[in-house]
Nanobody
């Protein structure tokens, strides 16, 4: 079972940037690139939603319509870390951001569905003020 620990959240003014990190603790003998990875967020009173995902190789990524062009996702398989670079933040980006790992993903596949992800971090709060 992989453990995920997010960091990098905080308070930012609209128009600013933040970079979130998620470090994976993979069981002995396991490989970080066995997992596709995703970032989700949950705003107060709303359901958790897909933000960005990256495949096991790091060569393919997907974004929700609301963040495409502003956010970037990338992974470092040596450091066992996935990052979410968030630029030009808006107040709509406020929420708790969760990192998630999909153990069942095929090599170049990325799911945007919550139920596809097997492991979740505790989340990191991002608050964007106007």
């Amino acid at each position: 079972q992989v453990q995920l620990v997010e960091s990098g959240g905080g308070l930012m003014q609209a128009g600013g940037s933040l970079r979130l990190s998620c470090v994976a603790r993979v069981p002995t003998g396991g490989l970080f690139n066995n997992y596709a990875l995703g970032w989700f967020r949950q705003a107060p009173g709303k359901e958790r939603e897909f933000v960005a995902g990256i495949d096991r190789s790091g060569g393919r990524s997907y974004f929700s319509d609301s963040v495409r062009g502003r956010f970037t996702i990338f992974r470092d398989n040596v450091k066992k870390t996935v990052y979410l670079q968030m630029n030009n933040l808006t107040t709509d980006d406020t929420g708790v951001y969760y990192c998630a790992a999909d153990y069942r993903a095929r090599w170049m596949a990325v799911s945007q569905t919550l139920s596809s992800y097997d492991f979740w971090g505790q989340g990191t709060q991002v608050t964007v003020s106007s």
